[in-house]
Nanobody, 125 residues
Framework: VQLQASGGGLVQAGDSLRLSCAASGLVFRNNAVGWFRQAPGKEREFVAA????????YVRDSVKGRFTISRDNNQNTVYLQMNSLKPEDTAVYYCAADPRLISSSLSVAADWDYWGQGTLVTVSS
């Protein structure tokens, strides 16, 4: 299984970025996909997740209204649209996939089976 995260970069506060997570080696449509982030010196934290069905999405409170997660099962890709970025959004963003997670486990990094390599997002003030 390979998850390739991309789309990070250096932006200014208020700007937007769209991260992509391209998956291979798994039946993509059968997997929930999530985004986590890790800032320097901090633990990895949940950002957003989307279930097999695109109608079931979850985002952390601090990014609600700014970040949107979506998926294209034909392209085996999940997107994280990030708007109105803030300096506190600066982190390495990782995507993860898992075929079996229940809702209570979506925010628990240790419960996800597959991980990508991460893409760095830096937001300057």
């Amino acid at each position: 299984v390979q998850l390739q995260a991309s789309g990070g970069g250096l932006v200014q506060a208020g700007d937007s970025l769209r991260l992509s997570c391209a998956a291979s080696g798994l039946v993509f449509r059968n997997n929930a996909v999530g985004w986590f982030r890790q800032a320097p010196g901090k633990e990895r934290e949940f950002v957003a997740a989307i279930r097999r069905s695109s109608t079931n999405t979850y985002v952390r409170d601090s990014v609600k209204g700014r970040f949107t997660i979506s998926r294209d099962n034909n392209q085996n890709t999940v997107y994280l649209q990030m708007n109105s970025l803030k300096p506190e959004d600066t982190a390495v963003y990782y995507c993860a996939a898992d075929p079996r997670l229940i809702s209570s486990s979506l925010s628990v990094a240790a419960d996800w089976d597959y991980w990508g390599q991460g893409t760095l997002v830096t937001v300057s003030s």
